[in-house]
């Protein structure tokens, strides 16, 4: 069956009523630039074929059933934050109905059925994916689609910080309510630059490879990154590296190792070098040069692997994304391939071309399993209203 016919008729069995409305929300991929955006860099990031969808209806309150997870049920009386809902999808809901609010948008209530086709573990967050769901559902029935899309990443981005409790930059929020294909300079952040690219890798795949872990451990080791990187531009009296000239760092590396550790320093030294690398990409999308584009594809990986060290747990012997990384040196021959994401456990995003890319996947697949590996496609909508029912 059709999966939209299908979501309206679960969500008549669910809710004994008709839905109105379907909305989509796409997970995302991070092109290039690996941990950038929390210290104001450039990125490059793309929403994705794989989504939620959503049966929906106004209401007064909010409740909420997404297949796999408890139903959420709650009055708009209660949004204020609760320590024992973070890490919850009502947590999420609840901070990005308070952000609207904040930043001058009005909420209300709706229910809503949700199914999602997005890979658990794959690293194209789901997170983002329910936020700006929930965001433009509010946009649309409360807002005549008013809202702008950076709003949209900035509600999405405060609920999971501030409710959800983890801390993120905005990558993956703006990747979602943008949609396409986006560069993304965050230097200026309460306005940061957004140019859509037009993607034509004609001839090559994308593929997403799952290699396992989990994160759920992981909280420390993720805030370490921004955490070391801003120690760098605390030294120069600065919130963060974006703000401090390359040259002068380089030339203070001596004194800076009194102040820091050599890890943050070789986590700047990726950040300079990933804001290039993003810049190198960007131009070589824009100048319709694949071999250009495949490279910066690999310098990011390269600069991610030595500099940010985000390729495995540190003391671990279990090294998922270092091997997905060595068996794809071995298959890929015509291509590119980086780390993707958060990193020490998750997945490795790939550019092949067609003409190898089904003996890719046969191999990935016999390490991985096939549920791990995912080939993928760009999208031109992040979140949207589908249609009317």
Same mark, same amino acid.
């Given at each position: 069956?059709?999966?939209?016919?299908?979501?309206?008729?679960?969500?008549?069995?669910?809710?004994?009523?008709?839905?109105?409305?379907?909305?989509?929300?796409?997970?995302?991929?991070?092109?290039?630039?690996?941990?950038?955006?929390?210290?104001?860099?450039?990125?490059?990031?793309?929403?994705?074929?794989?989504?939620?969808?959503?049966?929906?209806?106004?209401?007064?309150?909010?409740?909420?059933?997404?297949?796999?997870?408890?139903?959420?049920?709650?009055?708009?009386?209660?949004?204020?934050?609760?320590?024992?809902?973070?890490?919850?999808?009502?947590?999420?809901?609840?901070?990005?109905?308070?952000?609207?609010?904040?930043?001058?948008?009005?909420?209300?209530?709706?229910?809503?059925?949700?199914?999602?086709?997005?890979?658990?573990?794959?690293?194209?967050?789901?997170?983002?994916?329910?936020?700006?769901?929930?965001?433009?559902?509010?946009?649309?029935?409360?807002?005549?689609?008013?809202?702008?899309?950076?709003?949209?990443?900035?509600?999405?981005?405060?609920?999971?910080?501030?409710?959800?409790?983890?801390?993120?930059?905005?990558?993956?929020?703006?990747?979602?309510?943008?949609?396409?294909?986006?560069?993304?300079?965050?230097?200026?952040?309460?306005?940061?630059?957004?140019?859509?690219?037009?993607?034509?890798?004609?001839?090559?795949?994308?593929?997403?490879?799952?290699?396992?872990?989990?994160?759920?451990?992981?909280?420390?080791?993720?805030?370490?990154?921004?955490?070391?990187?801003?120690?760098?531009?605390?030294?120069? !009296?600065? &919130?963060? #590296?974006?703000?401090? @000239?390359?040259?002068? /760092?380089?030339?203070?590396? =001596? %004194?800076?190792?009194?102040?820091?550790?050599?890890?943050?320093?070789?986590?700047?030294?990726?950040?300079?070098?990933?804001?290039?690398?993003?810049?190198? !990409?960007? &131009?070589? #999308?824009?100048?319709? @040069?694949?071999?250009? /584009?495949?490279?910066?594809? =690999? %310098?990011?990986?390269?600069?991610?692997?030595?500099?940010?060290?985000?390729?495995?747990?540190?003391?671990?012997?279990?090294?998922?994304?270092?091997?997905?990384?060595?068996?794809?040196?071995?298959?890929?021959?015509?291509?590119? /391939?980086?780390?993707?994401?958060?990193?020490?456990?998750?997945?490795?995003?790939?550019?092949?071309?067609?003409?190898?890319?089904?003996?890719?996947?046969?191999?990935?697949?016999?390490?991985?399993?096939?549920?791990?590996?995912?080939?993928?496609?760009?999208?031109?909508?992040?979140?949207?209203?589908?249609?009317?029912?």
């Amino acid at each position: 069956m059709d999966r939209s016919k299908k979501i309206i008729i679960d969500y008549k069995n669910y809710f004994n009523d008709d839905a109105k409305d379907l909305f989509s929300s796409s997970g995302r991929i991070e092109i290039l630039g690996n941990h950038t955006d929390h210290n104001h860099g450039k990125v490059i990031v793309g929403a994705v074929n794989l989504d939620l969808l959503a049966a929906t209806k106004k209401s007064k309150s909010i409740h909420l059933y997404s297949e796999g997870y408890e139903e959420i049920k709650f009055d708009l009386t209660d949004l204020e934050k609760k320590k024992e809902e973070e890490g919850t999808n009502k947590a999420i809901i609840k901070g990005v109905l308070v952000k609207m609010m904040d930043l001058g948008y009005k909420v209300g209530g709706f229910t809503a059925y949700v199914n999602s086709i997005l890979p658990a573990g794959s690293g194209i967050s789901s997170s983002a994916a329910f936020e700006c769901l929930i965001a433009e559902i509010e946009n649309y029935y409360y807002n005549n689609d008013s809202m702008n899309r950076f709003d949209m990443a900035i509600a999405s981005q405060f609920a999971e910080h501030i409710y959800f409790g983890k801390p993120c930059g905005l990558l993956d929020q703006c990747g979602v309510a943008f949609g396409g294909i986006n560069k993304i300079d965050f230097s200026k952040i309460d306005n940061p630059t957004v140019t859509h690219l037009d993607f034509n890798l004609e001839g090559y795949s994308l593929v997403l490879v799952n290699t396992g872990g989990s994160h759920s451990n992981l909280t420390d080791a993720y805030a370490s990154i921004p955490q070391e990187m801003k120690s760098v531009a605390k030294y120069f !009296g600065k &919130n963060t #590296l974006s703000e401090v @000239d390359e040259k002068i /760092f380089y030339d203070s590396i =001596k %004194e800076l190792r009194n102040h820091v550790n050599d890890r943050a320093i070789l986590r700047a030294i990726h950040f300079y070098n990933e804001n290039k690398t993003v810049e190198s !990409g960007f &131009n070589a #999308l824009k100048n319709c @040069d694949k071999d250009a /584009f495949l490279n910066a594809v =690999k %310098e990011s990986g390269e600069s991610s692997y030595m500099f940010l060290q985000n390729t495995c747990v540190p003391g671990s012997l279990t090294q998922n994304i270092n091997l997905a990384l060595a068996v794809s040196k071995k298959y890929v021959h015509d291509g590119a /391939f980086r780390i993707h994401g958060g990193g020490f456990e998750g997945t490795i995003l790939v550019f092949i071309s067609n003409a190898c890319v089904e003996e890719y996947i046969k191999q990935m697949v016999k390490i991985f399993g096939e549920n791990n590996v995912h080939k993928i496609s760009v999208r031109n909508e992040g979140s949207y209203h589908v249609k009317e029912i």
